[in-house]
């Protein structure tokens, strides 16, 4: 079956400190992949995406994501993290290219000043 | 440009009720995917309408049914409600889904609490 693991259900960093946030998907082909954020009572917004091409992607508020076809991973990551990028976190999928996208469970990030 | 607007935003329903919800997508944009979020959860896709076609559907029980309208608009109903159908109700709106460089722009959804 098609899905998406976030392996951290929550995880607390360091204001300034480094951050990777964890993301596999099943299947053999390779999907679109998609990084969103939502704060509390908010919608998602998309961080990044990746389509193909440079397995690096640079997205907004200074995250980047490196997809790694060996692993089925698409992991997040952010150098210097600064206490409004508390959120959750969620990692999606389109596998079958059409709009329609399978989610993560989510990971939450709290930041300590 | 205004975003993808939802209405309303927060719903009170009795079990059995029925509720109609409804999502106004980006001008331009011609396809809306509904998710349901549950608290604590990652969003789960419900439906997709492209071109007011139906062109996907998630694992839902037929309570579930939704339209897409010449405007493009949509509206998600949920008939005989049951106390687990609480949740954040998203809307998608798409402008190529599929497409190269497309993305999904979420409305900021519709909180319903069964009771």
């Known amino acids: 079956a098609q899905s998406v693991t976030q392996p951290d259900i929550h995880i607390t960093v360091s204001e300034g400190a480094s951050l990777e946030l964890r993301c596999n998907y099943s299947y053999g082909a390779t999907p679109y992949l998609f990084w969103y954020v939502q704060s509390p009572g908010q919608g998602l917004q998309l961080l990044l995406k990746y389509f193909s091409g440079d397995t690096l992607v640079q997205g907004i508020k200074g995250f980047e994501a490196e997809f790694k076809r060996s692993q089925s991973s698409f992991n997040l990551r952010k150098p210097s993290v600064h206490w409004s990028d508390a959120a959750e976190y969620f990692c999606?999928?389109?596998?079958?290219?059409?709009?329609?996208?399978?989610f993560g469970q989510g990971t939450e990030l709290s930041v300590k000043p | 440009d205004a975003g993808v607007t939802q209405s309303p935003t927060h719903l009170i329903k009795t079990r059995g009720q029925h509720v109609t919800l409804r999502c106004s997508p980006i001008s331009g944009h011609k396809s809306v995917s509904w998710y349901q979020q549950v608290l604590g959860q990652g969003p789960q896709f419900i439906f997709q309408?492209?071109?007011?076609?139906?062109?996907g559907r998630g694992n839902f029980p037929d309570r579930f049914s939704a339209r897409q309208f010449p405007n493009y608009s949509s509206e998600l109903n949920v008939n005989a409600l049951l106390l687990g159908d609480s949740a954040l109700y998203l809307c998608a709106s798409w402008s190529m889904p599929g497409r190269s460089n497309t993305e999904a722009f979420f409305g900021q959804g519709t909180r319903l609490t069964v009771v």
């Open positions: 999606a999928v389109d596998y079958n290219q059409g709009g329609k996208l399978i």
């Open positions: 309408y492209y071109e007011k076609e139906e062109r």
